[in-house]
Nanobody, 122 residues
Framework: QVQLAESGGDSVQSGGSLKLSCVVSGLPFGDYCLGWFRQVPGVERELGAI?????????SYADSVKGRFTISKDYAKNTLYLQLDSLQTEDTAMYYC??????????????RGQGTQVTVSS
């Protein structure tokens, strides 16, 4: 059974940094495309893709986070990361780790974790 377990969300001030982690279990970690989505609380819309990484390590980013966020993965730890720098109040959201259906951008979600909350205050 595939499981995605996020952690690392917190409350920070504008301009601060966070590093989110997602431990992936139940699948060959290196064989799948993974990513991060986010959803703003109270806003009724689909999750927004913000970063993706392919099975061979190719990365993609939404324009809103390009240059500020960095996605990476550690094969030894079966863990996906998202480094968030220069955080802005608009980055406040629930962040979800996802397993993608394929390597296309933006990714189509096959499965997601429970999410971790990031709150940025001014």
């Amino acid at each position: 059974q595939v499981q995605l377990a996020e952690s690392g969300g917190d409350s920070v001030q504008s301009g601060g940094s966070l590093k989110l982690s997602c431990v992936v279990s139940g699948l060959p970690f290196g064989d799948y495309c993974l990513g991060w989505f986010r959803q703003v609380p109270g806003v009724e819309r689909e999750l927004g893709a913000i970063a993706g990484i392919s099975d061979i390590g190719t990365t993609s980013y939404a324009d809103s986070v390009k240059g500020r966020f960095t996605i990476s993965k550690d094969y030894a730890k079966n863990t996906l990361y998202l480094q968030l720098d220069s955080l802005q109040t608009e980055d406040t959201a629930m962040y979800y780790c996802v397993k993608a259906v394929n390597s296309l951008w933006p990714p189509t979600v096959a499965q997601r974790g429970q999410g971790t909350q990031v709150t940025v205050s001014s």
